[in-house]
């Protein structure tokens, strides 16, 4: 599982003109990508290293702040660029595998007590984001080795 945090000071994503999902306050954007030996336990702890990440104003996290987090499913951080001038996306779980694991992401995200707001899962969606510092840290599971 990768998880792609950006500080911000507003993001907000739209689905067809309709906005789905905003930061109503400054907090995190985390795109998620997911791959296929990922599983629930994996999307607890990923949720949990992002409500505990202390990469906010001060050195402070999203859990010391009650900052908002807003979640957009992102196969696209599983892109394999190693050949030719076509990304693969062999790395990326289908949707079936994915969506469980981006839905249990935000649902461990909200028993940590964040307020969560997402995209639309395999829409095509315009997102909108003020970076703050500019802050962006990358949390791949693989860096874990084995998640107990």
Not at 74 to 96: E, V
Request: hydrophobic share 45%.
């Amino acid at each position: 599982m990768r998880v792609l945090l950006q500080r911000a000071s507003s993001a907000r994503v739209l689905v067809d003109g309709q906005v789905t999902g905003e930061l109503t306050r400054p907090g995190l954007l985390a795109l998620v990508g997911i791959t296929h030996d990922d599983n629930e336990q994996i999307a607890n702890k990923m949720a949990d290293k992002t409500w505990q990440l202390r990469i906010l104003a001060d050195e402070q996290s999203a859990s010391d702040l009650n900052a908002p987090i807003l979640v957009v499913s992102q196969f696209t951080l599983y892109a394999n660029t190693r050949k030719g001038r076509r990304p693969s996306w062999n790395r990326a779980a289908p949707g079936p595998v994915s969506e469980p694991l981006v839905d249990a992401y935000c649902a461990a995200l909200r028993a940590c007590g964040a307020e969560v707001a997402t995209g639309i899962f395999g829409a095509y969606m315009r997102v909108e984001l003020v970076n703050e510092g500019p802050v962006t840290i990358l949390l791949d599971s693989a860096d874990w080795g084995s998640v107990s």
